[in-house]
């Protein structure tokens, strides 16, 4: 009764965040002139989508370089197999709702480095920890000289429920860090859930008392900041005459807009919150700025798309085949606890 009450809750949620997500870009591109759109892609400066295509590969080789540095106590993980796992994650969040693509992820790396997927997992959400703190320190930055319109005011609430959940986030992952190691998977003999709980704690204790914790932490703002290089690039190739800071406001709105669940590839949203920025705050003609958030769309999601296949064809698997074994660990695991 409860599973099947829960398949009923994602359902649902799943109909919601495609209905939210078809009406923001219904609503974005209403006015659009999207005719023009052929002529606009004709005279863009493809030089500059280059940089910013190359610029936005750099991010998540930067994010497989944390990852693996995060890990390095624990197990020494091929960046190689850092990068494909992270690419095949965004590519699964590209074509599957609701961010299915970071328990993936970590399913995947766990597989191709012999580590626990509950210690994979662990070492994403301090990951999302790290970048919470970041984006919340850009936040204040961007609106210490931006102001935003009344309709994007949710994206401020929003920053303050992340900020409550970052900062639980950070008390609880900081305990399990920064306890004395104690090496307690040496005294809980067997593979129940005591066992797994000891491997886990112990895993944690060696990332929190080793230095490339803060290497890891220090490592997540210019990961942060590499993001806005694609946004810049694709102005300028698209011809907005927009600073850098420009850029960095809108990227630290949409990784924002991001954090909530929503439809694959995160459209519509994306496009709600491109136009928005750049029409109600650097006074981008409206049907300019709607194109425009398709056109930066495409650049910084077919990437991902292409390099993201790729890993997954490497692998050997389906799609499909590895979400469903990902999910099937984590349920043994739960039921490992239940016993």
């Not at 020494?76 to 796992?85: I, N, T």
């Not at 320190?137 to 959940?165: E, I, K, N």
């Not at 060696?206 to 102005?235: D, K």
Request: proline letters at 3%; glycine letters at 8%; hydrophobic letters at 55%.
């Amino acid at each position: 009764m409860g599973e099947r009450r829960s398949r009923y809750t994602r359902a649902l949620v799943l109909a919601l965040t495609n209905l939210v997500a078809l009406g923001c870009l219904v609503w974005t591109l209403r006015d659009a002139h999207l005719g023009e759109l052929k002529d606009d892609l004709a005279t863009m400066n493809w030089g500059w989508v280059a940089v910013a295509v190359v610029a936005d590969i750099a991010v998540y080789f930067w994010h497989g370089l944390r990852w693996t540095l995060l890990l390095r106590p624990v197990v020494r993980v091929r960046y190689l197999d850092a990068v494909r796992s992270i690419y095949v994650g965004l590519f699964a969040n590209e074509i599957l709702p609701l961010r299915a693509g970071e328990l993936l992820r970590c399913y995947l790396l766990g597989r191709l480095a012999s580590l626990p997927i509950s210690v994979s997992v662990a070492s994403a959400v301090i990951e999302r920890v790290f970048d919470g703190i970041w984006l919340c320190a850009c936040l204040v930055v961007t609106l210490q000289f931006v102001s935003l319109p009344r309709r994007l005011h949710f994206l401020v609430d929003g920053a303050y429920v992340l900020s409550v959940t970052v900062l639980a986030g950070a008390v609880v992952v900081g305990w399990a860090l920064f306890q004395r190691f104690r090496n307690r998977a040496a005294t809980v003999p067997g593979e129940g859930w005591r066992h797994q709980l000891a491997v886990l704690m112990d895993d944690l204790g060696l990332i929190g008392h080793s230095r490339y914790l803060v290497v890891a932490f220090f490592q997540s703002l210019p990961y942060l900041l590499l993001q806005v290089i694609p946004i810049w690039a694709t102005f300028r190739g698209y011809g907005f005459d927009l600073s850098i800071g420009a850029a960095f406001a809108l990227m630290v709105l949409l990784r924002l807009g991001s954090a909530v669940p929503q439809a694959p590839g995160n459209l519509g949203l994306f496009q709600f919150l491109t136009k928005e920025c750049l029409e109600r705050i650097f006074n981008v003609v409206p049907d300019e700025a709607a194109r425009f958030s398709l056109v930066l769309w495409g650049v910084v999601t077919l990437p991902l798309l292409i390099g993201g296949f790729i890993a997954a064809d490497f692998t050997g698997a389906h799609l499909g085949d590895l979400r469903q074994a990902a999910k099937q660990e984590v349920i043994d695991a739960r039921r490992a606890t239940e016993v």
